[in-house]
Nanobody, 115 residues
Framework: QVQLVESGGGLVQAGGSLRLSCVVS????????MGWYRQAPGKQRELVAR???????NYADSVKGRFTISRDSAKNTVYLQMIDLKPEDTAVYYC?????????WGQGTLVTVSS
């Protein structure tokens, strides 16, 4: 049973930084890809960043150069480092595990960026 637990959200001023963490209950190398998604009020959930089992990454255009996804296999943890945060980054951020036939989601962590 794959379970994901996110942490690290909070309130930050525009221009600030946060690091989100997602602890995975199994080896992250057993998962096709790990991703961070976000959902702002009244909007659809969108992909923010993704890292595959071989380490390939991709990012939403809106966060390129500001967000970095990484992983620590020893800790079974995936991170999202966010810098130069903007009010439009305000959303609930969800960790996702792509298992091929199904996806597993964390409970989400709220990021609020004040102007």
């Amino acid at each position: 049973q794959v379970q994901l637990v996110e942490s690290g959200g909070g309130l930050v001023q525009a221009g600030g930084s946060l690091r989100l963490s997602c602890v995975v209950s199994v080896s992250i190398f057993s998962i096709n890809a790990m991703g961070w998604y976000r959902q702002a009020p009244g909007k659809q959930r969108e992909l923010v960043a993704r890292i595959t089992d071989v380490g390939s990454t991709n990012y939403a255009d809106s966060v390129k150069g500001r967000f970095t996804i990484s992983r620590d296999s020893a800790k079974n943890t995936v991170y999202l480092q966010m810098i130069d945060l903007k009010p439009e980054d305000t959303a609930v951020y969800y960790c996702n595990a792509d298992l091929g036939l199904r996806n597993v989601w964390g409970q989400g962590t709220l990021v609020t960026v004040s102007s």
